[in-house]
Every structure is written in structure tokens, then in C-alpha cells.
């Protein structure tokens, strides 16, 4: 078995925390796996948990239409969560959950050696931003703003964004997520034509 068969083996057999007790299936992740562009949310949902998927419940069909939108399809980026077991009823992953975690999402970033990391809502932001060691304070203040930071030993550019499933309560948030999305993609763009440094300065002023 490679090293990504061993993984997600290791986390689907996984009882570091009680909520493997709650789970019907663990969900590792899917996508490319040498992807520029990783999406971490929070932690898998109803369907996520019946499927072993993440994000294909109603806000990874958001997510879905997001990337659509800035000309991405699903299999180009890698997709992940903080947890990989659904919390029972849906509720925010306690701290000793993200922490017994963690070690999951710090191997699939030295794997994937993403460019991008896109943390989708407040618990993967804050959650990143700690591993980098950056200060986090608030969604309404940081998202759409490009971080450069090192996570576990790798360079990356941290980007929070609002959660999905924030715009299905919230539509006005849907906007905003499309307008953040839309930056995302400049950024991709811009890397790929090696301005980082010029682009970062760019992307790092608050909207
Ligand atoms: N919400 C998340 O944060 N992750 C999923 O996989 C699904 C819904």
C-alpha cells in the first residue's frame, strides 16, 4: 500500500477520539492529489458521513457551483475537512477532536504540497492559522485576504473564506463567497505567471 493507501486506512480505522463511535464511515478526502489548491472545512455532515465523502451534502453543492464558477471542477483541487468523523448532531468539533486530528491534515499537506490552502469557515481558519503560528481574529475582518505561511514545515498561502453552508442560512453571504472565490482564482492566475511576491502585497490589503 502507498503512503496515501496507509493514511487513509489509518483514518478510516481511527479511534483517537470518541466520534469514531458516532460514524458510519470516516472521511478522509478526495481529489488530486498533487493539487495547487486544497479546501479544508470543518467536519463531515449527515451525507458526508453516509457517503465517506466530504462535501456532498447541500454546501458541497454550493462549494461545487463555487469552483464551477471560477472555472475549477472538483477532481482538479483536493478536499478535505479539520475532522474526519461527523459530529453527532451536526455540532462544532470540540477542541480535543481538532487536536486528536490534526496529524491527518498536517500528513495530506506534505503529500498534496499545496500552493493554496483555502480554509472554509471559522473552525479551519482559526485551525490553520494556529499551525502557522499567525494570529487569527475574525472572519468578517480576514476573509478573502491571502496569508503567506509556513504549516508544518511547508510554504503555503493561507486563504479563509466563509463557510458554504453559512450561505444557505445566510444568502447574503453567497455574494460575498463568489466575490472571495473570484480573488481566489486572480490569485491562482497570478501565481502561476510567478509574481507572488507583487501578488501578495496585492492580496494581503483587506477589501
Ligand atoms: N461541511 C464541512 O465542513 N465539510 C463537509 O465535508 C461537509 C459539510
Redesign the pocket.
Known amino acids: 500500500m502507498d503512503e496515501w493507501g496507509v493514511l487513509e486506512e489509518e483514518i478510516r480505522r481511527c479511534r483517537r477520539c470518541p466520534l469514531y463511535k458516532f460514524r458510519r464511515n470516516a ?1 478522509p478526502g478526495e481529489g488530486n492529489r498533487n493539487a495547487e489548491v486544497m479546501f479544508v ?5 449527515a ?2 458521513d453516509k457517503e465517506g465523502r ?4 447541500a ?2 453543492k454550493l462549494l461545487t457551483e463555487l469552483l464551477e464558477g471560477i472555472g475549477l471542477r472538483r477532481r482538479d483541487v483536493y ?1 478535505t ?1 479539520i475532522v474526519k468523523c461527523r459530529p453527532p448532531h451536526n455540532r462544532d468539533p470540540r477542541e480535543e477532536e481538532i487536536k486528536a486530528c490534526l496529524p491527518y491534515l498536517r500528513r495530506q499537506i506534505k503529500l498534496v504540497e499545496p500552493r493554496v490552502i483555502v480554509a ?2 471559522r473552525h ?1 481558519a482559526r485551525t490553520l492559522f494556529s499551525e502557522a503560528g499567525l494570529e487569527w481574529r475574525s472572519m468578517s475582518r480576514q476573509h478573502g485576504v491571502a496569508v503567506e505561511a509556513v504549516v508544518n514545515g511547508e510554504r503555503v498561502i493561507l486563504f479563509p473564506t466563509y ?3 453559512a450561505a444557505l442560512y445566510n444568502p447574503g453571504l453567497r455574494g460575498v463567497l463568489e466575490e472571495d472565490f473570484r480573488r481566489l482564482k486572480n490569485l491562482i492566475t497570478a501565481k502561476r505567471s510567478e509574481k507572488p511576491r507583487s501578488l501578495l502585497d496585492y492580496f494581503s490589503q483587506s477589501s
Do not use: K
Open positions: 472521511v472545512g470543518e467536519a463531515p455532515g451525507m458526508e466530504p462535501f456532498v451534502g454546501a458541497g478536499i475537512n472554509l469557515g479551519a463557510h458554504p453552508a
